[in-house]
């Protein structure tokens, strides 16, 4: 008969063999006297470590809050190299879905240097934000990598300019600036250090969201690299975003209030803001009257729709001639039926074309020293992605615009005359 030792014995030897080891349990807690605690919000105080009890505003961070904005290029993780953008495509000619994802196959660059190095013109980068409740924003970034459609990395051409934009720009993917899943406000800071990278870098940010508070961060690195009061800012939306102090859902600032609160600190005048496209259905007469009192410039669909498009757009060119402009876009600028996939769709918006016409209009005759898009939920888009595929094809004519610029051209309205003829009636 074996006895109890040996049993022990080969229970033992078994776990060894097999890889199983025995842990000894730590033991429970006593549980806690917290009557004498401090209640916040009517809970002690111990059970809510990331509150300070004397300053309700301040949220205690733990000690590896900032891993998410630590850079690998930064840390020595990666080899040293020289300065330059990198082509991470293994073929010479590809279609863009059997291409290595980047924004339209292009290469991609990770510093100032690089920059500096291509002679970049235009950097594409992701802020993959999503503090709007409509969920899905922050894949946004990532989706528009990935196009359905048949185009070829790198290659493009324009039926108004008769251009191969890529081939007179060069237009790098500059990787995404990283979002702390809880730190919204502390996002919105780092941001705009890659966005201010990219300008100190001598290029154009075209910046992917994410939702509208991205539009913090861009003002942010646009203040720091030009000063302020130093450009205007045309934004495409249906709503105004001016959300006064007491309705900015309990937050320093969000996508709903960025405007707002850049005059507020006097980062821009009123008279430097153009809104276009407006018409939201939860607008307020405060924020109306905050518009007119600050002499802010606006473009309520109504007019487009009682004067005209065509009228109501060189109305718009003629006004902003001259300026320096930075270019915010909600994506439900536009009509629902262009972009499904939009977190607050707003019917009666402007279609596809005449977004064209608007963007073309005013990177041929301004200086465009940035770029936004946001609101784009690839969790809300349709099966063959129609709102990715319009995002994509304004951005590619707006590339194009900017290179005809920097051909020289800048009439709002040009289409260049091969354009506009019929071959069959000369003959």
Request: charged content about 20%; glycine content about 8%; proline content about 6%.
């Amino acid at each position: 008969m074996l006895k109890l030792p040996w049993i022990r014995i080969w229970l033992v030897t078994c776990a060894l063999c097999s890889g199983i080891s025995f842990v000894a349990h730590a033991q429970d807690n006593p549980a806690p006297d917290l009557s004498n605690d401090t209640l916040i919000d009517g809970l002690p105080e111990t059970l809510l470590p990331w509150r300070d009890p004397n300053n309700p505003n301040v949220q205690l961070l733990d000690k590896g809050w900032n891993k998410y904005y630590l850079r690998k290029d930064m840390m020595g993780d990666n080899p040293k190299r020289e300065p330059g953008p990198i082509d991470l495509q293994r073929y010479h000619v590809l279609p863009t879905k059997h291409a290595f994802p980047t924004y339209f196959g292009l290469p991609y660059a990770m510093t100032t240097e690089d920059l500096i190095a291509g002679e970049v013109d235009v950097a594409l980068v992701g802020a993959p934000s999503s503090f709007n409740p409509s969920a899905g924003t922050g894949w946004a970034a990532n989706y528009m990598r990935l196009i359905h459609n048949y185009d070829f990395a790198q290659t493009g051409h324009d039926m108004w300019f008769n251009n191969q934009y890529f081939d007179l720009l060069n237009i790098v993917d500059y990787g995404n600036a990283n979002q702390h899943p809880s730190l919204m406000v502390q996002n919105f800071a780092d941001q705009a250090l890659v966005f201010k990278e990219i300008l100190e870098g001598g290029a154009m940010p075209m910046v992917i969201g994410g939702e509208h508070g991205t539009q913090v961060a861009s003002l942010l690195a646009l203040y720091s690299h030009f000063g302020p009061k130093s450009f205007t800012v045309v934004h495409f939306d249906a709503h105004t975003d001016l959300a006064p102090p007491d309705g900015r859902l309990g937050m320093f600032t969000h996508g709903g209030a960025a405007l707002r609160w850049a005059h507020e600190q006097g980062l821009i005048n009123g008279d430097q803001i153009f809104h276009v496209g407006l018409r939201g259905a939860y607008e307020s007469v405060e924020r109306m009257n905050w518009m007119q009192d600050t002499k802010t410039n606006y473009y309520f669909m109504p007019r487009f729709e009682r004067n005209g498009f065509e009228e109501t757009a060189q109305e718009l060119f003629e006004e902003l001639k001259g300026r320096r402009i930075y270019i915010s876009i909600d994506v439900d600028v536009m009509d629902p039926s262009v972009v499904p996939g939009t977190s607050n769709p707003e019917t009666g918006g402007f279609t596809s074309l005449q977004m064209m016409k608007l963007l073309r209009g005013l990177m041929l005759q301004n200086e465009v020293i940035m770029v936004d898009w946001t609101e784009y939920s690839p969790l809300l888009d349709d099966r063959r992605r129609n709102t990715a595929n319009t995002i994509s094809r304004l951005q590619r004519h707006m590339f194009a615009a900017l290179a005809a610029r920097k051909q020289g051209i800048t009439d709002p309205n040009y289409v260049h005359p091969a354009m506009l003829k019929d071959n069959s009636a000369e003959n």
